[in-house]
């Protein structure tokens, strides 16, 4: 299936399934090197990262716990529009080596607001590990510690990643095609 259709657009391959899952093994292997005997605790941010959060997590091998946050986005009282509140954290963070798993860091917005939200809750460090970076639309000033790959700033869907909701499912990536 090279071109897939959800809703109103069309998308065409990008990335197949095999190139993705040799980029996740390779940043798994980077995680076993850098954060052995850390006890790292993988928070993975809910929905699009389910995929990219399982086939990493296959390729770990040192002691480390995995959990899952949701972004609840809500119209917030500030002049600065939408807040997204973290919610789903019943772990103590407390000098903990903290690692993010997102499935893509666009203009790297969200991310600042969670390092922000669990550099509160007093972490010894916080790594992040993103599937996907489109570099030339970053508007903040983030240092990413694990980046799978780096991608041009078409709008993609596939392997967790949505379209209004839909196109999580596959398992390769697929880039929309502009008529
Ligand atoms: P940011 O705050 O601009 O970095 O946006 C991050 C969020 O926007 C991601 O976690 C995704 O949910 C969504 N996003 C950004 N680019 C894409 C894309 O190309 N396809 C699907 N979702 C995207
Ligand atoms: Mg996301």
């Given at each position: 299936m090279d071109t897939i259709q959800i809703k109103d657009k069309k998308f065409t391959i990008s990335i197949k399934e095999q190139d993705i899952l040799a980029e996740v093994a390779r940043v798994a292997n980077e995680i076993n090197r850098d954060l052995a005997g850390k006890n790292p605790l993988f928070l993975s941010v809910l929905n699009g990262s389910f995929m990219f959060t399982a086939d990493l997590m296959k390729h770990i091998t040192i002691p480390c716990e995995v959990s899952f946050v949701k972004l609840a986005s809500y119209q917030g009282v500030?002049?600065?529009g939408v807040i997204k509140e973290v919610i789903g954290i019943t772990e103590d963070l407390t000098d903990r080596t903290v690692v993010i798993v997102e499935d893509i860091v666009d203009t790297g917005l969200t991310m600042q607001r969670l390092l922000e939200n669990l550099g509160t809750?007093?972490?010894?460090e916080i790594l992040i590990a993103s599937l996907l970076v489109k570099p030339d639309k970053l508007k903040v000033d983030l240092?990413?510690?694990?980046?799978?790959m780096k991608i041009p700033n078409d709008f993609i869907v596939g392997y967790g990643l949505d379209y209004d909701g839909f196109g999580?499912?596959?398992?390769d990536i697929y880039t929309v095609v502009e008529d």
């Open positions: 500030s002049s600065t809750r007093n972490p010894k240092n990413i510690e694990y980046v799978a999580r499912n596959y398992s």
